[in-house]
């Protein structure tokens, strides 16, 4: 009988061993949240703040047209030009240049409206100083509204799929602005 224990502790013992190698293996395979070698986020694009001269918002409430002065100063371009919200433009700019993307994927274009994509809730085109132009088609929020699904520099239409990319959610605030938040408010004089 004591043979028989034995025997059954030693397989026991081999097969924990063989799990917990194999357990270990496992792990080793997986990434590492804040180890160097993990899967870096791609910037949404590869260009500076600066190099942008021009955006235009396209919304369901408003189209608006934005210019870069030589002096550096942003304007609302409506025929006649009206000083625009300095901070309200940066902090869009700093989202296009630093903005990352999550993850992308490919989808029939016919289902482009699950993704708020058909129409969208915004569309930004950018111009940079030699003539490029970029544009950033967002859309809804995900299920757990963390994101915002979008389209980076759609291609043309009629195309059978379209890639949808998830975006930071700060862009639904930059672009759902009333329009007078764009324009600079004159300081009111005082009574």
Same mark, same amino acid.
């Not at 160097?36 to 190099?51: C, I, T």
């Not at 047209?65 to 371009?77: A, H, M, P, S």
């Given at each position: ?33 804040? %180890? ?17 001269? %021009? ?20 304007? $609302? ?40 994509? %058909? ?6 085109? $950018? ?61 009111? %004089?005082?009574?």
């Amino acid at each position: 009988m004591a043979t028989g224990i034995r025997t059954k502790t030693l397989v026991l013992l081999a097969t924990a061993a063989i799990l917990g190698g194999g357990l270990y293996l496992f792990e080793e395979q997986l990434p590492r949240p804040n %180890a160097p070698n993990a899967k870096a986020k791609k910037p949404l694009f590869h260009f500076q703040e600066a190099a942008v001269v %021009a955006l235009k918002i396209v919304s369901p409430k408003y189209s608006l047209n934005l210019k870069k002065l030589e002096t550096g100063n942003w304007v $609302i371009d409506r025929g006649k030009q009206t000083p625009a919200e300095e901070g309200t433009v940066v902090f869009l700019l700093n989202l296009l240049t630093t903005g990352e993307r999550d993850r992308s994927f490919e989808v029939p274009t016919k289902n482009a409206g699950e993704y708020g994509l %058909a129409p969208p809730m915004a569309t930004i085109e $950018i111009t940079l100083k030699d003539g490029q132009q970029h544009r950033l088609r967002l859309g809804d929020p995900t299920f757990d509204s963390l994101k915002l699904y979008a389209e980076i520099d759609p291609p043309p239409e009629p195309r059978e799929k379209m890639t949808v990319t998830l975006v930071p959610l700060d862009f639904k605030n930059a672009v759902q602005r009333p329009l007078e938040e764009w324009e600079r408010q004159r300081p009111s %004089a005082k009574q």
